[in-house]
T-cell receptor
Framework: DAKTTQPNSMESNEEEPVHLPCNHSTISGTDYIHWYRQLPSQGPEYVIH???SNVNNRMASLAIAEDRKSSTLILHRATLRDAAVYYC???????????????FGQGTTLQVKP | NAGVTQTPKFQVLKTGQSMTLQCAQDMNHNSMYWYRQDPGMGLRLIYYSASEGTTDKGEVPNGYNVSRLNKREFSLRLESAAPSQTSVYFC??????????????FGPGTRLLVL
């Protein structure tokens, strides 16, 4: 599985947008970019995923660079409940890689200040 | 619809004791997974089951065994617990196939302390 690099921590003010970056310079053409987050003392939860085009859902937006070597998770208005560890994960959906395994890195710890 | 449930929520063991962590999902998912998370670290895959009747090793399988009892249940067994197995254990499940099916749903975790 290709590797991702994220900052260890970030801070944001409540009700301001947050941009969480992820570098994945070794991404392959069949890797999807997935984001999960883990709230304190809970299991991870799915946030969003994409392949090439930018994606939006009720939780967040995913902006993918044209060369796909980086992406950014955007929380449009951070709330205190968004304080969590955010994981950027690459998933290969082809061949033997499509077993659903997720390879977690250390993620980015987001602090939201009131 | 309870999603993914895990029992127990918390357990203390002495070195050498055995125990089984239980996981069940009610979403009719085919694939199930066991992860462990050590303090300050991301999750690491222990074992997974792509479908009922199959199991495969993940990154850190040593010291563990698993059983896919039926489509709903996937248990993790520690035969002889060691302090290095002190961790939080998460079970997850997902539908099989395609990008739509790649969302994993996680349980609340079991906190295990081995003395």
């Amino acid at each position: 599985d290709a590797k991702t690099t994220q900052p260890n921590s970030m801070e944001s003010n409540e009700e301001e947008p947050v941009h969480l970056p992820c570098n994945h310079s070794t991404i392959s053409g069949t890797d999807y970019i997935h984001w999960y987050r883990q709230l304190p003392s809970q299991g991870p939860e799915y946030v969003i995923h994409g392949l090439t085009s930018n994606v939006n859902n009720r939780m967040a937006s995913l902006a993918i660079a044209e060369d796909r070597k980086s992406s950014t998770l955007i929380l449009h208005r951070a709330t205190l409940r968004d304080a969590a560890v955010y994981y950027c994960i690459l998933r290969d959906r082809t061949g033997s890689g499509n077993t659903g395994k997720l390879i977690f890195g250390q993620g980015t710890t987001l602090q939201v200040k009131p | 619809n309870a999603g993914v449930t895990q029992t127990p929520k918390f357990q203390v063991l002495k070195t050498g004791q055995s125990m089984t962590l239980q996981c069940a999902q009610d979403m009719n998912h085919n694939s199930m997974y066991w992860y462990r998370q050590d303090p300050g670290m991301g999750l690491r895959l222990i074992y997974y089951s792509a479908s009922e009747g199959t199991t495969d090793k993940g990154e850190v399988p040593n010291g563990y065994n698993v059983s896919r009892l039926n489509k709903r249940e996937f248990s993790l067994r520690l035969e002889s617990a060691a302090p290095s197995q002190t961790s939080v254990y998460f079970c997850a499940s997902k539908k099989e196939g395609g990008v739509v099916g790649e969302t994993q749903y996680f349980g609340p975790g079991t906190r295990l302390l081995v003395l």
